[in-house]
C-alpha cells in the first residue's frame, strides 16, 4: 500500500510538472502569434507579465521536481525491496531484478552501509551481477524472471546477514537512545540542584524567604475538656517556638481517655481531628493529655506525618542513654494513673511500669495542683516549690535517680525549677515536640540557607471550640464559654514573650546561678578538617562543646568494636574528665562508638548517646508499622557488626524490613571522608540528595530519614527542603539530650541559667591532653 501511494503521488507530481510547463508554452506560442512584429509598450508589458509568470511557474516547476525527487527516491527503495521479496520467493539470484525498457532483466545488489565489523566494502559479500532474461514476443520487456544458477543458500545467508545486521544496529540505537534520555534526565537534576544550591549560597533576600517553605507547624489533638492553660501547658501557644494548631474531638472526655476505648462516634472525631491538622500544615501531631497514649497505634495508622500522643515516647532513648543501675523518674497527675496503661506503654514505647529502673509518682496531694482535675487554672507560683519538695524528697529516698520525665502535659511549667534545683535532665512534652519539629526546622549554623520562612514570633491565641464547625460544637460535652480564660491568652495574635518574673522570687534569689549547658565529644585518634554541621565542629552547636580525643583510638578500632586495655583506660579518662568539666551530655564522632556506649553510660552520671542510632525508637515510635525509616551511613555494610550493640542498647535491629540501610560511599566527592579529607559539601550535597530520591522512588512508604554518619548532617537542610520529611541526625540528638538541661526561655524558672556567649573555640586533635598523651597520639 505505501509503495501504491508513493507511485501514485510520483505520478502525479509528474504530470502536474509536465502539464504546466506545457501551459507556459502554449501561452508564449499564443503570444508570439498574436504580435508577430508589433512592438509596443502594450506589448512589452505584456512581455513583462509573461516573464514573471514564467518564473513563478518555474519556482513552482523546481518545488514540484524537489517533491517528485524525493517520491522517485522513496519509490526506488520501494521497488528495490520489492524486487528483492520477489528474488527471494523465486529464488537462484544473485540480487533483486529490475526490469529495463527495451533489454533483459538485470540483476542489482541492494545498496548496504559498510559495517566496521565486517571488514569494509559490502559487509555481506553482495555485489551488482547482471544477468538477462529474455524480452517478451512483442518487444516489450521481460514479464517472466527465472533464477540464474544455484544459489538459494547464498541468498538466504546474505539475507539472515542482513536480517541480524539490522537487529544489531535496531538495538545499537536503542541503548544509545536509552543512554541520551539518561544523560538529559541526569543533566535536568543537575541543573536544578546546581540552581539551588547557588541561591542558597548567593542569597536571593527578602523574596527568597517568602517563596520558602512554611516554618514547621505543631498539630494538637484536645480532649473534649475546657480549662485555661498555663505557659509551658501543651494547651497553651506560648509553651512553643513555633506556631500550633489545635483541634478538639467532640465527645472524648478525660474519663473516656482514661478507660482507653472510643465510641464509634467518638472515634470518627479523632481521626477527623488528626487529618484536618495535618491538612492546616502541621509537621508532627501531639495530645494533650498521657492517656491518649492508648490511641497511638491507632492515630500512627491515620497520620502520615510523626504522631506521639504522649511524652512517654521518650522513655526509650532516655532509658539507653543511661546505666541499666541508674533509675529514671517519672512525675505523673496521679501516680496510680499510668498503671493501668502497662501493655499500651510497654507495646507502643517500650516502656514497663513495672520496671525497677522506672519510679513513678503522683503530684496530686502537691497544694495547688488539684486545679488541674477541677479544670480550673492553676497558680504556678503556688505549685512550683511543692513539686520541687516533692522531688527532693524522691531523689534522697532514691539516689540512683540520674533522669527526670514529666508525663503529664500541664507539668511543663515546673520543668525549669526541677532543673535548676536538681542538676539533672529533664524532659516533658516541649521537648518531645521540640524534637520532632527540629527534624523538620532550618537549621541557621549550617547547610542550605533562605529554604524555609523563619517563623514571626507571633502565635495565634486558641479559643476552646474553635477550628470546629457548627454541628461538631453541638457534639460538645464541654461547651464553649464554660472556662475562665487564662490571662497569657487575653491578647489575639501576641508576640511571644520573657518568662514572668511573679514567679518564685524566694527561690531565685537562693538558688546558685548554672553555667550554660555545655556538650562533650569524644574524639577518635583521627586527624581531619571537619565542615560545618560534621559533628567534630564547634559551629554545628548553639551551646558550648568541649572536645577531648582518646590516644590510640584508631578508626580501625572503632569499627572492630574492641579496644586494647592501654586505649580502654585512655577512653575511661576522656569520659570523666568531660564530665569533670561539667557537660550536661557525652556523644562520640564516629558511629562505630556505639559499641562502647555500655562502658561509657557506666562511668558517666549524665547521659551518654555514642551514636546518632539511639533516636531510631523514639522515630519508629511515632509512625505505623508499615511505614518505613531510611537510614544512610558512611558505608551500607557498617552497620552490620553492631547487630548486637544496637539492638541491646536501642532496641535498634539492622534486619528490620522498617529499616533502610544505604550507604553514600558511591556519591560524587563522598570518598573524602574515607581519606580523611575535607569534605566538598558543596559538590557533595546534590549527590546525596539524587541518591534519596532514588530510594525514595523504590521505598513510597518511607517516612522520615536518620543519617547514621557524624559527618552527614550538613545534608540534612537540603534533603528537609527537597523532600518535606523529617531528617535526624547527630546534631538533633545532641540538641535533644541538652534541651533537658537548658532554661527554656517562654515559661517556667527565670534567671537560673547563664546564657550562652554565643561564641565557640576552635579545636585541634591533641587539644585537652597532657603532653604524654599528645605523645601518644597516632594521627597528631
Not at 521479496?85 to 533483459?104: A, N, V, Y
Not at 556538650?519 to 567534630?536: C, F, K, S, T, W
Amino acid at each position: 500500500q505505501l509503495k501504491k501511494r508513493n507511485r501514485s503521488s510520483a505520478q502525479l507530481v509528474a504530470r502536474t510538472v509536465f502539464e504546466e510547463e506545457a501551459e507556459t508554452e502554449r501561452e508564449a506560442s499564443f503570444t508570439s502569434h498574436l504580435w508577430p512584429s508589433h512592438p509596443s509598450s502594450k506589448r512589452e508589458q505584456q512581455q513583462q507579465e509573461q516573464t514573471i509568470q514564467k518564473q513563478q511557474i518555474q519556482s513552482k516547476t523546481n518545488t514540484n521536481v524537489a517533491n517528485m525527487h524525493n517520491g522517485a527516491m522513496m519509490q526506488h527503495r520501494l521497488d528495490l525491496l520489492e524486487s528483492e521479496l520477489m528474488h527471494l520467493k523465486m529464488g537462484g539470484m544473485s540480487g533483486p531484478m529490475m526490469p529495463m525498457p527495451g533489454q533483459g532483466m538485470v540483476s542489482m545488489a541492494l545498496p548496504i552501509p559498510s559495517h566496521p565489523s565486517m571488514g569494509g566494502g559490502s559487509p555481506f559479500g553482495l555485489a551488482a551481477t547482471p544477468s538477462t532474461v529474455a524480452p517478451s514476443p512483442g518487444g516489450s520487456p521481460g514479464t517472466q524472471m527465472a533464477p540464474v544458477g544455484g544459489q538459494n543458500d547464498l541468498i538466504l545467508s546474505n539475507h539472515k546477514e542482513i536480517m541480524e545486521a539490522h537487529k544489531l544496529l535496531a538495538a545499537t540505537m536503542e541503548a544509545q537512545q536509552a543512554k541520551h534520555d539518561l544523560l538529559l534526565e541526569s543533566h535536568g537534576k543537575l541543573m536544578e540542584a546546581h540552581k539551588k544550591l547557588m541561591a542558597s549560597k548567593v542569597g536571593l533576600g527578602k523574596d527568597a524567604k517568602k517563596e520558602g517553605k512554611k516554618h514547621p507547624i505543631l498539630g494538637v489533638v484536645r480532649l473534649d475538656y475546657n480549662y485555661p492553660p498555663a505557659a509551658g501547658d501543651t494547651d497553651s501557644p506560648a509553651s512553643f517556638g513555633y506556631d500550633v494548631v489545635f483541634r478538639v474531638v467532640p465527645g472524648f472526655t478525660f474519663e473516656m481517655a482514661q478507660a482507653g476505648k472510643f465510641t464509634e462516634a467518638v472515634e470518627r472525631n479523632f481521626a477527623e481531628a488528626i487529618k484536618f491538622l495535618e491538612l492546616k500544615g502541621a509537621n508532627a501531631i501531639t495530645g494533650d493529655c498521657g492517656f491518649m497514649m492508648a490511641f497511638q497505634v491507632l492515630a500512627r495508622k491515620i497520620a502520615t506525618r510523626p504522631i506521639f500522643m504522649s511524652s512517654m515516647v521518650q522513655c526509650p532513648v532516655i532509658a539507653c542513654c543511661y546505666d541499666p543501675k541508674d533509675q529514671i523518674l517519672i512525675l505523673t497527675a496521679n501516680g496510680l494513673s499510668l498503671k493501668p496503661q502497662k501493655e499500651v506503654l510497654l507495646n507502643s514505647c517500650g516502656f514497663d511500669v513495672d520496671e525497677d529502673r522506672f519510679i513513678i509518682r503522683g503530684c496530686q496531694d502537691v497544694p495547688g495542683f488539684d486545679a488541674v482535675a477541677k479544670g480550673e487554672a492553676v497558680p504556678v507560683e503556688v505549685v512550683q516549690p511543692g513539686i520541687v519538695k516533692l522531688t527532693m524528697e524522691i531523689l534522697q529516698q532514691n539516689p540512683k535517680i540520674a533522669g527526670i520525665l514529666l508525663e503529664c502535659t500541664e507539668l511543663p511549667p515546673y520543668a525549669d525549677a526541677l532543673r535548676a534545683a536538681t542538676g539533672l535532665s529533664v524532659w516533658d512534652a516541649v521537648t518531645a515536640a521540640d524534637f520532632y519539629i527540629n527534624a523538620y526546622k532550618d537549621n541557621p549554623r549550617f547547610g542550605i540557607n533562605d529554604w524555609q520562612a523563619e517563623w514571626d514570633g507571633e502565635m495565634t491565641d486558641y479559643t476552646y471550640g474553635d477550628n470546629l464547625i457548627a454541628n461538631d460544637k453541638q457534639e460538645l460535652v464541654n461547651k464553649i464559654g464554660n472556662a475562665v480564660p487564662a490571662k497569657t491568652l487575653a491578647m489575639p495574635k501576641s508576640k511571644a514573650k520573657a518568662k514572668s518574673k511573679a514567679l518564685m522570687q524566694k527561690i531565685k534569689r537562693n538558688a546558685q546561678k548554672h553555667a550554660a549547658p555545655c556538650l562533650g565529644v569524644i574524639r577518635l585518634d583521627y586527624n581531619y578538617p571537619p565542615a560545618a554541621g560534621d559533628i567534630d565542629h564547634p559551629g554545628s552547636y548553639d551551646y558550648d562543646v568541649i572536645f577531648r580525643a582518646v590516644p590510640g583510638l584508631t578508626f580501625e578500632m572503632a569499627q572492630s568494636g574492641k579496644m586494647t586495655y592501654t586505649v580502654q583506660k585512655e577512653f575511661e579518662a576522656a569520659v570523666k574528665w568531660l564530665e569533670a568539666k561539667g557537660v550536661c551530655g557525652i556523644t562520640g564522632d564516629c558511629g562505630f562508638m556505639m559499641a562502647f556506649q555500655p562502658l561509657a553510660s557506666d562511668i558517666a552520671k549524665v547521659p551518654v548517646f555514642m551514636s546518632a542510632m539511639v533516636q531510631c525508637p523514639m522515630i519508629s515510635v511515632a509512625f505505623d508499622k508499615y511505614d518505613k525509616v531510611m537510614i544512610l551511613t558512611a558505608n551500607s555494610k557498617t552497620l552490620k557488626p553492631q547487630k548486637q550493640v544496637l539492638l541491646s542498647q536501642c532496641g535498634f535491629d539492622v534486619d528490620d524490613d522498617r529499616f533502610i540501610i544505604y550507604g553514600c560511599q558511591d556519591v560524587p566527592g563522598f570518598d573524602a571522608v574515607a581519606k580523611g579529607e575535607k569534605v566538598d559539601v558543596e559538590k557533595v550535597t546534590p549527590g546525596i540528595v539524587e541518591l534519596a530520591r532514588k530510594i525514595l522512588d523504590q521505598e513510597p512508604t518511607i517516612r522520615a530519614i536518620c543519617l547514621e554518619c557524624t559527618e552527614l548532617p550538613p545534608y540534612a537542610d537540603a534533603l528537609r527542603a527537597e523532600f518535606d520529611l523529617p531528617v535526624f541526625d547527630a546534631i538533633t540528638c545532641a540538641d535533644f539530650f541538652v534541651s533537658a538541661r537548658k532554661d527554656n526561655p517562654r515559661f517556667g524558672l527565670n534567671q537560673w541559667q547563664n546564657d550562652w556567649d554565643g561564641t565557640f573555640e576552635e579545636y585541634t586533635l591533641g587539644q585537652n591532653l597532657t603532653d604524654v598523651q599528645k605523645s601518644a597520639l597516632l594521627n597528631a
